[in-house]
């Protein structure tokens, strides 16, 4: 029973003996970001990114996935045609340093020998989490109230914050054979964040405003009673996408079994 036992455990694992692969890659795309200042998803408004990656391809339907990524993320209030936007004249670039891990599910048999049908390309998806660490600069232009309803720029306040975040990943993908050695594809990917300062701003889980202790100047009458309409979706955690294009190598792995003489 036992003998019978070790011999079906053993078949259950010859897919993977005979055909274990591994992959390498680079990939290149754009970043984009939603939150305080660009409370709607705007796909040109996007900054540069790179990643590296390594891929396990544990069987014919799940890989296993570490990744490195390094881009920049922007956003202006001049990109939303909302006026309260306008005059409050804010804008923030982030410097975004991520490493993290995915699980992809393959909706194909793609490039595997435990099936007759074998494709050469499939679309999947992933999800996973990863820690992300963040640097962000800001600028928002100051309010003086000159009485009568008129308010003026003064100039501008400038600051910086940096922090480390963690992030839950959700996204989709395609991947095509190039050869024997090199796969090619392209993926989507959003980052749901712990943070909500991730552009420079935001409320605290207490539900206080983080601008407050900027510059007296920006606190006037019309901001307090606008700051609803001024910063829409800002209760919101703020979320960042990374879209990529990327080649890989594959390492094969392949265990035969001993002559018999």
């Known amino acids: 029973m036992k003998k019978n036992l070790f011999l079906l455990l053993l078949l259950g694992t010859l897919p993977k003996l005979q055909a274990q692969m591994w992959e390498v890659g680079a990939g290149v795309g754009g970043m984009n970001y939603k939150g305080d200042v660009l409370y709607k998803f705007k796909p040109f408004v996007v900054g540069p990114g790179a990643n590296i990656f390594a ?25 939303i045609k909302d006026p309260f936007h306008r005059i409050r004249g804010f804008s923030f670039n982030a ?50 109230d000159q009485g009568g309803g008129v308010y003026i720029y003064n100039g501008t306040t400038t600051g910086s914050s ?3 975040i963690n992030s839950w990943i959700l996204g989709l993908g395609f991947k095509k054979e190039l050869n024997a050695r090199w796969n090619w594809g392209v993926e989507f990917g959003t980052r749901w964040i712990n943070d909500d300062f991730l552009d420079g ?17 920006i606190i006037t009458d019309f901001v307090l009673l606008n700051r609803k309409r001024g910063v829409p979706g800002t209760r919101a955690k703020d979320m960042y996408y990374y879209t990529n294009f990327s080649i890989s190598y594959l390492f094969y792995k392949v265990h035969c079994p001993p002559n018999r003489r």
């Open 201 to 217: 701003f935001g409320y605290y889980k207490d539900g206080t405003y983080d601008r407050d202790d900027v510059a007296p100047a």
């Open 55 to 79: 891929r396990m391809n544990y069987s014919r339907s799940l890989s296993i996935k570490a990744n490195a990524l390094i881009g920049k993320i922007h956003g202006s209030d001049d990109a």
């Open 162 to 164: 940096n922090t480390r």
């Open 95 to 144: 410097n975004i340093m991520e490493a993290g891990g995915q699980i992809e599910y393959n909706f194909m048999n793609f490039r595997t020998s435990a099936s007759r049908i074998v494709n050469n390309w499939t679309p999947y998806v992933f999800g996973g989490g990863a820690i992300t660490m963040r640097t962000t600069n800001y600028t928002i232009k100051n309010l003086i």
